[in-house]
């Protein structure tokens, strides 16, 4: 009993969030303008791209999957919009296409999952690279695609104020919200808990298992495709070639770092707004510093090494899970 108390009390989440207020107050002393308003408002719109592509993924990881391809479609299908729109397309239509494009690619994924049962880890993989090929090869000549003239009535998305506030936040804030009310609200969202949490029991039981994994990677799709116009309306282009970047380790890194536990079933939109907050902090604070990139990814990627730890402590896999799981 004592034991369970303790477990409820000190989670992961709880931890991260300690941190992140500690990192927070000893940048505030330290580093001069890091508590400046225009500062904390860099900081938030720098991390809501990486916190929405966060949920994208957590959606996935909550049903014990994962999407490697999640970057790729984020920046090809927001690449292919904007080539369309140079090419004289109306940047509404290029929108339709360009997210049809998303949306196929992620529901060809799921569809691997699910029907030909090609573990999650191998299909998202191969996937991503066939999306960046393909559309570098076919549809994409160039590997940065800048916003046309025609773009200006979409600047808002990615450049817009509302009381001062930058959109991108509050699409951050709007899509966690959805997400919430969607896993927790949702017959859908509780069939993703169940399938992560025990597989075989929520396919025994007649939860459709398949028609909710494609579900799954469609949602993780749609959005990154807003992730992408946010990302190609705030600097007006979209490099292609981010497929190819260390992006997904910081997506893992914000959904792992929080609390959700890669053997599926446990934490929710909560745990990436807090991973995502410590990380936006740790990243603004290393800028600040002039730490070179290369030294912020190494840091990057030790967090990611002991979240992982972490979570194979707290979230054991056990046979079972070991037998299902596909990462």
């Known amino acids: 009993?004592?034991?369970?108390?303790?477990?409820?009390?000190?989670?992961?989440?709880?931890?991260?969030?300690?941190?992140?207020?500690?990192?927070?107050?000893?940048?505030?002393?330290?580093?001069?303008?890091?508590?400046?308003?225009?500062?904390?408002?860099?900081?938030?719109?720098?991390?809501?791209?990486?916190?929405?592509?966060?949920?994208?993924?957590a959606f996935l990881v909550l049903g014990r999957g994962i999407d490697l391809a999640i970057v790729a479609i984020y920046s090809a299908s927001a690449g292919w919009t904007l080539h369309l729109a140079n090419g004289g397309v109306s940047i509404w239509?290029?929108?339709?296409?360009?997210?049809?494009?998303?949306?196929?690619?992620?529901?060809?994924?799921?569809?691997?999952?699910?029907?030909?049962e090609i573990p999650a880890l191998f299909a998202t993989l191969g996937m991503a690279?066939?999306?960046?090929?393909?559309?570098?090869?076919?549809?994409?000549?160039?590997?940065v695609v800048y916003m046309p003239a025609s773009g200006a009535s979409i600047a808002w998305i990615g450049g817009g104020f509302v009381f001062g506030v930058p959109v991108p936040i509050l699409f951050f804030a709007l899509?966690?919200?959805?997400?919430?009310?969607?896993?927790?609200?949702?017959?859908?969202?509780?069939?993703?808990?169940a399938i992560g949490d025990n597989f075989a029991a929520a396919r025994i039981s007649g939860a459709p298992v398949r028609p909710i994994i494609i579900l799954q990677y469609a949602i993780s799709a749609t959005i990154a495709y807003l992730a992408g116009i946010?990302?190609?309306?705030?600097?007006?282009?979209?490099?292609?070639?981010?497929?190819?970047?260390?992006?997904?380790?910081?997506?893992?890194?914000?959904?792992?770092?929080?609390?959700?536990?890669l053997s599926g079933g446990r934490g929710g939109i909560r745990n990436v707004i807090v991973g995502t907050l410590l990380i936006g902090i740790l990243l603004n604070g290393m800028t600040i510093m002039d730490i070179e990139y290369t030294l912020q990814n190494v840091i990057r990627s030790l967090i990611l090494l002991i979240a992982i730890v972490i979570d194979s402590i707290i979230n054991p896999r056990d046979e079972q899970i070991a037998q299902q799981g596909d990462i």
């Open 230 to 261: 946010i990302t190609a309306t705030a600097v007006s282009a979209m490099d292609t070639d981010v497929a190819n970047s260390s992006m997904i380790y910081d997506i893992i890194l914000v959904v792992v770092l929080g609390g959700i536990g």
């Open 93 to 116: 239509l290029a929108m339709v296409l360009g997210y049809l494009l998303a949306l196929t690619a992620g529901v060809l994924s799921g569809v691997l999952v699910a029907y030909v």
């Open 175 to 193: 899509i966690a919200v959805l997400g919430f009310l969607f896993l927790r609200f949702t017959k859908p969202g509780r069939f993703i808990y």
């Open 1 to 57: 009993m004592f034991e369970r108390i303790s477990r409820a009390s000190i989670s992961q989440e709880k931890i991260v969030l300690l941190i992140a207020v500690l990192l927070f107050c000893v940048f505030s002393v330290s580093l001069k303008g890091f508590v400046s308003s225009g500062n904390l408002l860099t900081l938030l719109r720098s991390v809501s791209t990486l916190g929405i592509l966060g949920i994208g993924m």
């Open 129 to 143: 690279a066939f999306v960046f090929g393909f559309v570098r090869y076919a549809l994409v000549p160039l590997y």
